[in-house]
Nanobody, 128 residues
Framework: QEQLVDSGGGLVQAGASLRLSCVAS????????MAWFRQAPGKEREEREFVAAIAWNGNTIYADSVKGRITISRDNAKNMAYLQMNNLKPEDTAVYSCAAKTYGSVRLEMSPYRYNFWGQGTQVTVSS
C-alpha cells in the first residue's frame, strides 16, 4: 500500500530552523515529483498552500513567500524528501504535508489536486 509519512515539526521561536522529512513506502519516488504544502490555522483543507516542489531530476520551484528561506530536497536511495526551513516566521505556522505525483508529465505542479499521495501532516508552530 502506497504511503507517505511526514515528520519533523515542532514548536520553535521566530528565526529558528526545522527540517521536515517525508518517507515513502509502497512505491518509489525516483520518478515522482515531490512537494510540500501547508494548511494554516483556520484554513480549510481546500485552502492548502503550495510551499515547494522538486522533480525527479532535481528541478525545484518555490512559493514566493518562502524563497530564500526554505529548501526542498530528495534522496531517492532512501525514498525520502525533505524540507529545510530557516529563519522561520510566525506566519509559517501551519500543518505541513508532503505529497507525491507519480503520474503524468515531469512538469512541476503547484496545485494540490495534481498530487495523488499525501502524508498525514506535521505541525509547525512558530512563536514570536
Amino acid at each position: 500500500q502506497e504511503q507517505l509519512v511526514d515528520s519533523g515539526g515542532g514548536l520553535v521561536q521566530a528565526g529558528a530552523s526545522l527540517r521536515l522529512s517525508c518517507v515513502a513506502s509502497g512505491f518509489t519516488i525516483s520518478s515522482s515529483a515531490m512537494a510540500w504544502f501547508r494548511q494554516a490555522p483556520g484554513k480549510e483543507r481546500e485552502e492548502r498552500e503550495f510551499v515547494a516542489a522538486i522533480a525527479w531530476n532535481g528541478n525545484t520551484i518555490y512559493a514566493d513567500s518562502v524563497k530564500g528561506r526554505i529548501t526542498i530536497s530528495r534522496d531517492n536511495a532512501k525514498n525520502m524528501a525533505y524540507l529545510q526551513m530557516n529563519n522561520l516566521k510566525p506566519e509559517d505556522t501551519a500543518v505541513y504535508s508532503c505529497a507525491a505525483k507519480t503520474y503524468g508529465s515531469v512538469r512541476l505542479e503547484m496545485s494540490p489536486y495534481r498530487y495523488n499521495f499525501w502524508g498525514q501532516g506535521t505541525q509547525v508552530t512558530v512563536s514570536s
